[in-house]
């Protein structure tokens, strides 16, 4: 007789009881067009749940991360760009400033009843160490016409003038030379050796050191009278009825220098 309490037994009967449980369930899914297996995954489903990815809301965020530092980015770049466009502003206005200071200064001092005023640039240096200017024939300049500083001083003078373009010799060239007068009415030969201007007298009306300003005059062929050198603070000799006196040069040249044209009307 076989022991129906045998251990080994009641496994075998799992066993069989499973497979039948199985199959049944097998046929019962077939049967019913796997219902009863889409039924039990929905279930299974509810009990745990797959977790939702956030991959798109973390690539989103790292999106608008990416854009809200690039916009930083590229208004820091306008800023910049309009500061320095401000600071250019301002250079050209203090340059605008410096130059109407400058033409005022010069109006001042002449009457533009009688001469016309132009101001002028460098256009080249030539070998002879005299400038090439704008200005010429088209203003109305000829030879001798003066050339001033901002302070209305003698700077140099036209020595050949074209169309539109004119050379002028500067108290700093070598060879420079004019004429002048002071108030007593005594001549003078002024010239450069590019450091220092000499001033020594042609003829002497007065024999006096008194004399301060050395002008142009009309009788030189110049437009009017213009200061060349003021000889103030500068000692003048005199002896064997001559005058004679040594200035340094303190004015400087370059392509942005404020330099005048004065002619007649």
Do not use: W
């Not at 067009?33 to 745990?48: D, F, P, V």
């Not at 108030?183 to 450069?192: A, D, P, Q, R, V």
């Amino acid at each position: 007789m076989i022991d129906s309490n045998n251990p080994k037994r009641r496994v075998y009967i799992f066993y069989i009881l499973g497979i039948i449980l199985s199959a049944t369930t097998l046929t019962v899914d077939i049967f019913s067009e796997k219902s009863l297996s889409k039924y039990l995954n929905e279930k299974l489903s509810l009990l745990s749940p797959i977790p939702i990815s956030n991959n798109i809301d973390f690539n989103f965020s790292s999106f608008e991360i990416f854009e809200t530092k690039s916009r930083l980015i590229n208004e820091n770049i306008r800023l910049k760009n309009e500061v320095i466009e401000l600071r250019k502003l301002k250079i050209e206005n203090e340059k605008l400033k410096t130059e109407i200071n400058a033409n005022n200064s010069v109006t001042k001092e002449i009457d533009a009843a009688i001469y016309d005023i132009f101001k002028t640039s460098i256009i080249f240096k030539t070998i002879t160490n005299e400038y090439i200017i704008s200005g010429g024939e088209n203003l109305n300049l000829k030879e001798k016409d003066l050339v001033i500083d901002k302070n209305s001083y003698v700077v140099g003078i036209v020595t050949k003038v074209n169309q539109d373009r004119s050379i002028i010799s500067t108290i700093l060239n070598p060879n420079f030379s004019i004429e002048g007068i002071d108030k007593y009415g005594n001549e003078y030969l002024i010239t450069s050796d590019t450091q220092s201007l000499f001033i020594n007298s042609l003829s002497l009306e007065a024999d006096s050191t008194d004399i301060k300003y050395i002008y142009t005059d009309i009788t030189f062929g110049h437009p009017g009278q213009f200061p060349i050198v003021d000889l103030s603070s500068t000692q003048v000799n005199i002896a064997n009825n001559k005058i004679r006196a040594e200035q340094s040069i303190n004015f400087r040249i370059n392509y942005f220098s404020d330099l005048y044209l004065i002619n007649t009307k």
